[in-house]
C-alpha cells in the first residue's frame, strides 16, 4: 500500500503510475479540482490513468484518489485515517512529492 502525494501531473503522477503498475495498491492526494491552463490534468483523471495503466499491467495494482491541501494539518491527518482504516494499519510507501 502507497501514498503519494501531489500526484495530479508530473514527477507524483509518475511515481504513482510505477507502483500501481508494479501491483500496488495506490492512494494518490492533490489539490487540482479544475484543469486550467498553469495546471495541465486533474487528481481525478490522474487516477483514472493510473488505474488503467494498473489494470493493463495485470498485476493487481490499483489507484484511488483523494483531494488534499496538504498544509491543512486536519485534511492530512483525514488521509492518514481513511488508509489506515481502509488498508487495517497498512501503509508501506509514503512518496511525499
Known sequence: VALVTGAS???G?????ALAKSGCTVYVTG?????S???PGTLTQAAQDIS????????GGSCKGIFC???DETKTRDVFAKIDEEQ??????LVNN
Open 9 to 11: 501531473r508530473g514527477i
Open 13 to 17: 503522477k509518475g511515481c504513482a503510475m
Open 31 to 35: 489539490r487540482t479540482v479544475n484543469e
Open 37 to 39: 491552463k498553469f495546471f
Open 52 to 59: 488503467e495503466a494498473a489494470a493493463l499491467a495485470g498485476k
Open 69 to 71: 491541501d496538504h498544509t
Open 88 to 93: 487495517s494499519g497498512c501503509l508501506d510507501i
